[in-house]
């Protein structure tokens, strides 16, 4: 059964970092192309980024309102993305998911998702 | 960036009434990267439909996807009462993804 489980949500101060982790399992993590989705309170779904499998060069591509700030990595030897959000601003609050992308194009699961909560 | 745009925003419905969910997308997207994803309150959203029209494992056959170039529909031909739920269609390409602002479908 494939799992994602977020961690390391919770209330930041504006110019802020955090740090979210994803928790994989159920599947071959390595091979994986990973992706965070965010979505603020009450409002609709935003992608944030994407992180390709090493096989694939494993780099990165971010939406434009969070590029330059959000940093996705991955650790294949523990099953483990990971999202690091610099210079936080109050419209980052959202709920983050983690996602497993399919055939490059789609998000066939999701994690139960990551509240972050940025207030001064 | 490709912007998709669902219509209506919000459709009222009865069970066992058709539901035609429309998602138009500001220029042409790939049939293969046209993917439906349905959220209820308080959980993950799920995958329902992808390469615009082959359902996810689980899916009921009620759900169908149709449409290609720039007009894509999610049709549920008889709404049971655990459709009703917030639908959002999605595209990939250029290396990035968007997402419709959604269709929330609710109990007339």
């Known amino acids: 059964e494939v799992q994602l489980v977020e961690s390391g949500g919770g209330l930041v101060k504006p110019g802020g970092s955090l740090r979210l982790s994803c928790a994989a399992s159920g599947f071959t993590f390595s091979s994986a192309w990973m992706s965070w989705v965010r979505q603020a309170p009450g409002k609709g779904l935003e992608w944030v980024g994407r992180?390709?499998?090493?096989?694939?060069?494993?780099?990165?591509d971010y939406a434009a309102p969070v590029k330059g700030r959000f940093t996705i990595s991955r650790d294949d030897s523990k099953s483990t993305l990971s999202l690091q959000i610099n210079s936080l601003k109050t419209e980052d609050t959202a709920v983050y998911y983690c996602?497993?992308?399919?055939?490059?194009?789609?998000?066939?699961?999701w994690g139960q998702g990551a509240l972050v909560t940025v207030s001064s | 960036e490709i912007v998709l745009t669902q219509s209506p925003g919000t459709l009222s419905l009865s069970p066992g009434e058709r539901a035609t969910l429309s998602c138009r997308a500001s220029q042409s997207v790939s049939s293969s990267y046209l993917a439906w994803y349905q959220q209820k309150p308080g959980q993950a959203p799920r995958l329902l439909i992808y390469?615009?029209?082959s359902r996810a494992t689980g899916i009921p056959d009620r759900f169908s996807g149709s449409g290609s170039g720039t007009e894509f529909t999610l049709t549920i031909s008889r709404l049971e009462p655990e459709d009703f739920a917030v639908y959002y269609c999605?595209?990939?390409?250029?290396?990035?993804?968007?997402f419709g602002q959604g269709t929330k479908l609710e109990i007339k």
């Open positions: 390469g615009a029209s």
């Open positions: 992180i390709k499998s090493k096989t694939d060069g494993g780099t990165t």
């Open positions: 996602t497993r992308i399919r055939s490059s194009s789609w998000f066939d699961y």
């Open positions: 999605q595209q990939y390409g250029s290396s990035q993804y968007t």
